[in-house]
């Protein structure tokens, strides 16, 4: 890859990223940021598998961060990996989901690093805003 491709979709990607930092969310972009944050105990966890899509954009990251600011009961942590863009870190993330087919854009809750709810792409794409939202929020009020 050349690193003028590199460079274009670093800074194309950037509000995609900014989305999600700015509402909070720790980016872990290297597979030994995931391997740090994993290997503590961390209560409960929400992650967001962040990517370019348009359901990303207009479905993921808003109900991720709308469903934080709205749900009485708050994670204890919000993390996100970019599948596509930081490739190793989202690939050692999906380590941690057994059993789960790898999906982007999708979201994790983890309780104590294990996998409690998940909303994969196809609980995203093509369904209203409000949907996605209250199943985040429900599992957040069911498990934080």
Do not use: W
Not at 70 to 76: G, V, Y
Not at 93 to 115: C, H, Q
């Amino acid at each position: 890859m050349s690193n003028a491709y590199e460079e274009y979709m670093k800074q194309m990607v950037l509000p995609m990223r900014e989305e999600l930092t700015i509402a909070g969310f720790e980016e872990l972009t290297t597979s030994e940021d995931v391997e740090e944050f994993m290997g503590k105990p961390n209560g409960t966890a929400l992650v967001v598998i962040n990517s370019v899509c348009g359901c990303a954009a207009g479905l993921a990251r808003p109900a991720a961060t709308q469903a934080v600011l709205n749900s009485e009961k708050k994670p204890d942590h919000l993390v996100t990996v970019f599948a596509g863009q930081d490739k190793e870190a989202t690939a050692k993330m999906r380590e941690y989901f057994a059993g789960i087919e790898p999906s982007s854009p999708s979201m994790a809750l983890l309780k104590d690093n294990k996998v409690v709810h998940f909303i994969p792409r196809h609980d995203i794409e093509g369904m209203p805003l409000e949907t996605v939202m209250q199943n985040l929020i429900g599992a957040l009020e069911s498990h934080c």
